[in-house]
C-alpha cells in the first residue's frame, strides 16, 4: 500500500512539472483552477513593486540572532514571528486589496508575519540550499498564493537580496528550474539575464506570487533582515491560518 501511495505522489508531482510549470502537485493545482473559475478570479497575478515610510514594527534583534531551526546550517538564519499583523502590513495591503482580491478572491487568510535575518556563510554552502538560497517555488499549497515581502532597512547587491524570475521567465528556463534539487545546481546556481533583484531602501516593498515565480536568497557579506506576510485564498484554510480583517 505504501508503495502504491508513493508511486500515485509521484504522479501527482510529475504532472504538475511536466504540463502546469509548477514544482506543486497537481491535485492542489486542479483545486486553485476549479475554485478560482468558480469565484471569476483573474489567472495571474502582476509582480507589485512600492514603497512606504510607514512606521516598521519593532523587531528583537536579539531574537534574531538566536537560530531559529534544529540542523546545522540553520546557523545561517534566524527568524522572530509576530503575534499580530504590523500595522504597516495592514497598509499595503489596504492600498493593493483589490488587486489582492481580484487575485485571491474574498475571505483571504493569512499566516503570521516573519521576519527574517540571513547571515553570511562559507563558500563551499553556497550552491546547497541552506536558506532557501537555490530557485524553487512554494508548491505546498497549489500555485495561488501571495507573499509581501518588506525591507526594514536599505539593501544593496552585497547585502544578499532577494531574487526572483517573473512567470514568464520561469516558463522559458523551466527545464533548467524545474527540479528544485538536482546534481547541476549544486555545482553552480543558474543566472539568467531576467533575473531581478529586490534591493533597495527601507520601507521598500513587492508582492509576489512565490507559487509560481521561482525565486531565492543570495548570501551577504554580513546579513540582511526581511520582513514577510503570506496571503491565500480562502479554501486554502488550515489550522494556523486566520481570515483577514483590515484594521477598522
Not at 508531482?13 to 469565484?39: E, M, P, V
Not at 507589485?48 to 531559529?68: E, F, Q, R
Not at 547587491?157 to 523551466?174: I, M, N
Request: aromatic fraction near 12%; glycine fraction near 4%; charged fraction near 25%.
Amino acid at each position: 500500500m505504501k508503495k502504491i501511495k508513493h508511486f500515485i505522489l509521484g504522479i501527482d508531482l510529475l504532472t504538475g512539472k511536466s504540463f502546469f510549470y509548477s514544482q506543486s502537485r497537481f491535485s492542489n493545482i486542479l483545486k486553485d483552477a476549479i475554485y478560482s473559475k468558480f469565484h471569476r478570479l483573474k489567472k495571474t497575478f502582476n509582480i507589485i513593486k512600492g514603497n512606504t515610510s510607514s512606521v516598521l514594527p519593532k523587531m528583537d534583534h536579539t531574537a534574531l540572532k538566536t537560530p531559529s531551526r534544529s540542523n546545522s546550517t540553520a546557523l545561517y538564519s534566524s527568524g522572530q514571528s509576530f503575534e499580530e499583523i504590523p500595522e504597516i502590513f495592514h497598509e499595503i495591503i489596504s492600498k493593493h486589496a483589490s488587486e489582492i482580491t481580484r487575485y485571491l478572491g474574498k475571505g483571504y487568510l493569512y499566516e503570521r508575519c516573519i521576519a527574517f535575518r540571513n547571515f553570511n556563510m562559507p563558500n563551499d554552502l553556497l550552491n546547497y540550499d541552506v536558506y532557501s538560497n537555490i530557485w524553487h517555488q512554494d508548491s505546498h499549497d497549489g500555485n495561488r498564493l501571495l507573499k509581501i515581502f518588506l525591507l526594514p532597512h536599505d539593501v544593496k547587491d552585497s547585502d544578499g537580496p532577494f531574487h526572483y524570475l517573473e512567470e514568464a521567465s520561469v516558463r522559458k528556463h523551466w527545464t533548467i528550474l524545474r527540479d528544485r534539487y538536482d546534481f547541476e545546481k549544486m555545482k553552480e546556481i543558474p543566472q539568467f539575464e531576467e533575473e531581478n533583484i529586490l534591493t533597495g531602501i527601507k520601507g521598500d516593498y513587492l508582492i509576489i506570487d512565490t507559487s509560481r515565480c521561482m525565486h531565492r536568497a543570495s548570501i551577504p557579506d554580513n546579513y540582511r533582515d526581511i520582513l514577510q506576510i503570506t496571503l491565500y485564498s480562502s479554501w486554502r484554510k488550515t489550522d494556523h491560518r486566520r481570515i483577514y480583517s483590515p484594521l477598522s
